[in-house]
């Protein structure tokens, strides 16, 4: 049974910067692409960043250049780093595993990022 556990979200003002973190249990970690997610209040959940099984990152235009993903395969672990946080990026973020329209596993409780202004 997955298991998915976000953490290391909180509030920070604009222009600040977050790392979360996801740990991921299981399952086989390292054969997986993984993604973050985060829906905001009243909005649809968005992909935002995905890294490969071999490493490679994808960005949704509204984070690149300011949002880093990478992982850890000895930790089950992947991050995302948030640098020049916007008060638009205020939301809960998830993460999963697997192709970005297709997650793999049940949803993880997220961890909650407030960007004030």
């Known amino acids: 049974q997955a298991q998915l556990v976000e953490s290391g979200g909180g509030l920070v003002q604009a222009g600040g910067s977050l790392r979360l973190s996801c740990v991921v249990s299981?399952?086989?970690?390292?054969?997986?692409?993984m993604n973050w997610y985060r829906q905001a209040p009243g909005k649809q959940r968005e992909w935002v960043a995905q890294?490969?099984?071999?490493?490679?990152?994808n960005y949704a235009d509204s984070v690149k250049g300011r949002f880093t993903i990478s992982r850890d395969n000895g930790k089950n672990t992947v991050y995302l780093q948030m640098n020049s946080l916007k008060p638009e990026d205020t939301a809960v973020y998830y993460c999963?595993?697997?192709?970005?329209?297709?997650?793999?596993?049940?949803w993880g409780q997220g961890t909650q990022v407030t960007v004030s202004s």
């Open positions: 999963n595993a697997g192709l970005i329209t297709t997650p793999i596993y049940s």
């Open positions: 299981g399952v086989t970690f390292s054969r997986y692409a």
């Open positions: 890294v490969t099984s071999g490493g490679a990152t």
